[in-house]
């Protein structure tokens, strides 16, 4: 069974930095795509961040410049948050597309960790 647990939130200064981490286990052959998302209260999910299996990388423009997203190897991906605003409070979601495993092809997600950006 495929998990991809996150780590990393939690509550910082405007300003602050924060480090979110993911780790997919399980009987994974290969994942194309991972990813970050936000949701915030009464907000559709959005997009912050993914890269590919080659390290191409895409940004939301509210994020560029502030969070860099890493990928540390194959089933881990990291998300480098960097002059955190308040308007970046919401729950991360790790995401892996075109995730390979012993079940076949799909998309997975994380369980969420909240990220509140508040003095």
């Known amino acids: 069974q495929v998990q991809l647990v996150e780590s990393g939130g939690g509550l910082v200064q405007p300003g602050g930095s924060l480090r979110l981490s993911c780790a997919a286990s399980?009987?994974?052959?290969?994942?194309?795509?991972m990813g970050w998302y936000r949701q915030a209260p009464g907000k559709t999910r959005e997009l912050v961040a993914k890269?590919?299996?080659?390290?191409?990388t895409q940004y939301a423009d509210s994020v560029k410049g502030r969070f860099t997203i890493s990928r540390d190897n194959v089933k881990t991906v990291s998300l480098q948050m960097n002059s955190l605003k308040p308007e970046d409070t919401a729950i991360y979601y790790c995401?892996?597309?075109?995730?390979?495993?012993?079940?076949?092809?799909?998309?997975?997600w994380g369980q969420g960790t909240q990220v509140t950006v508040s003095a």
């Open positions: 399980g009987m994974i052959f290969s994942i194309n795509d």
């Open positions: 890269i590919t299996s080659s390290g191409s």
């Open positions: 995401n892996a597309e075109r995730l390979q495993s012993a079940t076949g092809w799909g998309t997975h």
